[in-house]
């Protein structure tokens, strides 16, 4: 079942640089163009592409942060109106949004038991101190930080880098949340850690029937750890599929330099993929397909007409103009 889903979400932001047109308007930047995405009730979808290319925005707008420049969200099938008063805190409350830094989006001068219980009492989950603190240690259980007596009145430099991320996840999860979007949720975590917090993610969303949207630029992890994985590029979708089906047979060229690009043990050399160039500005993004200045196999009308849709079957699709002959798009 579909909990949240966003339907040609376009998010423009005003340039504070650049040169001012005739009127005196600076040109804006196109972080977002045209995104559709749903999120599925107990499964994980990934969020795949280089830094820069709008992700995070695009999880801004689906948790509200951002107010989309055009486009709609639909939460459990309805259609989100508010953008204010008490259904705009419902809608916060049931979509949660992981920041990529723990430290910093946990407050320094409060204690963990703090953190917990303040979206508890907010939302109304607790009428009591000892119901309010029969939930903190419930919440702290479910993460993985026991014994619990042991955590609850630590601040958050006491804590290790992965042990500040499960308070985090915590603290979501406190408010009984229908989908949970992680921004880069262990990209300033040590990698020997990484994978407990991701198996963490992965074990709640199953659990809890939550729906999880992981936002990554490693491709590598979102293969192991989501079931769907869509790409981005330059504030547009490109590809989306089955896991297994778009990293092994990727139908876009960007998603192949992608996998390239990813480490690879069984790779003796590293492939040279700074020959494709860096991605384009978002203020004067290309014309046509945005990859196509990178593309080892683009052709004249990749310059000048954006590529339409392709269903590919079985629920993978690209925008690719050579998205029916794999032969080339594998370069």
């Not at 995104?35 to 999880?59: H, M, N, P």
């Not at 939460?75 to 508010?82: D, F, I, K, S």
């Not at 192949?256 to 700074?274: C, G, I, M, N």
Request: aromatic share 6%.
């Amino acid at each position: 079942m579909i909990v949240l889903e966003g339907r040609n979400l376009t998010k423009h932001f005003t340039s504070a640089r650049g040169p001012r047109g005739r009127l005196g308007k600076r040109p804006p930047v196109r972080a977002v163009e045209d995104v559709s995405i749903a999120l599925r009730a107990g499964s994980v979808s990934a969020l795949v592409g280089e830094s820069g290319c709008g992700k995070s925005t695009v999880a801004r707008l689906l948790a509200q942060v951002y107010p989309a420049t055009s486009g709609e969200l639909l939460l459990r099938g309805e259609p989100v109106r508010a953008h204010r008063g008490a259904a705009f805190r419902d809608y916060r409350r049931q979509v949660q949004l992981i920041f990529q830094d723990p430290f910093s989006s946990l407050n320094p001068f409060h204690r963990v038991r703090y953190h917990l219980a303040r979206p508890l009492r907010i939302h109304g989950h607790v009428r009591s101190d000892e119901e309010e603190h029969r939930r903190v240690a419930e919440l702290l259980e479910r993460v993985s930080l026991t014994p619990v007596e042991q955590f609850m009145d630590k601040l958050p430099h006491e804590l290790s880098g992965g042990q500040r991320q499960r308070v985090a996840i915590a603290r979501a999860l406190a408010v009984e949340p229908v989908a949970l979007i992680a921004d880069e949720p262990v990209s300033m975590l040590d990698v020997s850690i990484r994978l407990g917090v991701l198996r963490l993610l992965e074990d709640l969303a199953k659990e809890s029937g939550l729906a999880l949207l992981y936002i990554t630029h490693d491709i590598a992890s979102a293969r192991y750890f989501a079931e769907d994985i869509t790409v981005m590029y330059a504030g547009r979708l490109i590809e989306s599929g089955p896991s297994e089906a778009v990293t092994q047979s990727p139908r876009h060229p960007y998603t192949r330099l992608l996998l390239e690009s990813a480490p690879d043990p069984d790779r003796v050399t590293p492939r040279d993929t700074a020959r494709h160039g860096e991605p384009p500005s978002l203020i004067d993004p290309p014309g046509g397909c945005r990859f196509h200045p990178r593309c080892p196999v683009a052709l004249p009308v990749c310059s000048t007409e954006v590529p339409g849709r392709t269903e590919l079957g079985e629920g993978r699709w690209t925008h690719c103009w050579q998205a029916e002959t794999p032969e080339l798009t594998r370069g």
